[in-house]
């Protein structure tokens, strides 16, 4: 819904943005606009203006006057999103978080932190480990994005499969919603029934519900080590048994990651790989975390569990000095597609756990049936696989096919019962195909909640799931 906002800035609007928001607080320069445009989607638009708050005060005072002038707003954090979440496209004022990123406190009694939503998600994770403290939550951005946008998104990351998402871990959040009303959700507590759960409502909802101004978040005690195993197969199969193997021997990985044939050999372009070049068909990465005494007898033990499945090599990492090289190769993935293609469409479907081998053959098959370069890769532990669709966006044939490659993929996914994105939401790439997976019922009453938190639709309008 955005028929009722305004389609552009008066000077008496701008004028009021100027006497809020003095000094740099006030972008309106193109060139240093245009970088608050854009996300990791690749998609852009320029913004009207861009603000930076510095506190609460001025978030109040800005959703009043964007409320009442009907002026449309677009939270952002560290633009990392993969979904076009913080990108204007539909217009508006980007309202940057990035000056409210103070820690607040880190408490050893509660397990409880209180952080702003600018801090960025690795520097808060150095800071709790200092206090012997852990928070799970490990996107592979975790260098760049911040713990607000991690809320909004409720991104994901490979320790989910034994710890979960971000949602597991945040027990608060205090937010701004249209008007200016500030509401707090949840709190320090680690169980809390009284209400409705507002805090799970705001926790992934993509900056379309209200401005997070604080975060309340759990922590665990740190685990005092880790260890990592790196299994290279001779089939995707083999390497799926080897997983369900793991499971079977009774074993919850920290981390249990996969690349496919193509991912393998995408990272071989970039990096000298361990494994057997050419007989390497899909690579499995697995991380268990504990007591120190007890890693070495947990690395026999994913060993024993992973040999009946025939693994071509192993190699072991005791400690994080050890594992880093392990998982450095996987997190290459990314960077390294691009030598199967100079654009990509990057999916994060998700498929019940028990047909992730079921999911993966299929999505290969349908690269062959349209002759486009997929790969799949990602948290096998808990069936979310990124499926990369390569193509170069100059020609318009590769273009078409890539995106009824994408369509075909998100069709077998919902057949298996799974859902279009387990962690980057639906924003403007995905926002189109909301309703092949949810029923006009659940739209119905997600309109009706946004209505409740939004009445006149100024928050990220077109971000919605209508
Ligand atoms: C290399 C790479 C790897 C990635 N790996 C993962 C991964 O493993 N798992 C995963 O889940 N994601 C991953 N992502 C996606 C991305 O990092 C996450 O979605 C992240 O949570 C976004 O954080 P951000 O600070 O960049 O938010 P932004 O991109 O700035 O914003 C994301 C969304 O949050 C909203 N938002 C931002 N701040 C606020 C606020 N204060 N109040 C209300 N709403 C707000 C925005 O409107 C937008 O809808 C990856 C991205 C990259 C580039």
Redesign the pocket.
Known sequence: MTGNLVSALTPAHLRFLEGLFPGEGLVTDPAAMAVYGA??SRRSAMPWAVVRPKGEEQIVELLKWADAERVPL?????????SG??VPAFGGIVVS?LWMNRVLDVDADDFAAEVE?GVVTAEFQALVQKHRLFYPPD???IK???L???V??C????RAVKYGVTREYVLGVR?VLPGGRIVNAGGRTHKNVVGLDLTRLFTGS??TL???TKLTLKLLPLPESSATVLAAFPSLHDCLAGARGVFRAGILPTAMEFLDAKACWAISQIREVPWPKDTTQAVLVLKVDGGRETMAAELSRLERALAPSGPLCLFQGLGPEEEEPLWELRRLV?PAGFHLGVDKLGEDVAVPRGKTAQAVDGFQAIGREFDTHVVCYGHLGDGNTHVNIFYDAKDPDQAARAVKCKEAVFRLTLSLGGTLSG???T?ITKGPYVSWQLGENERAVMAGIKNVFDPNGIL?PG?GWS
């Not at 677009?74 to 993969?82: E, N």
């Not at 991104?155 to 490979?158: D, E, R």
């Open positions: 996300d990791s677009v939270p952002r954090s560290r633009g990392t999103g993969m979440g913080a978080c939503p996107p592979a951005s760049m994005s911040s607000g946008g991690n909004a998104t991104a994901g990351g490979m937010a993509c900056g209200g401005v997070f990314s962690e980057h939401g924003g990220n971000k």
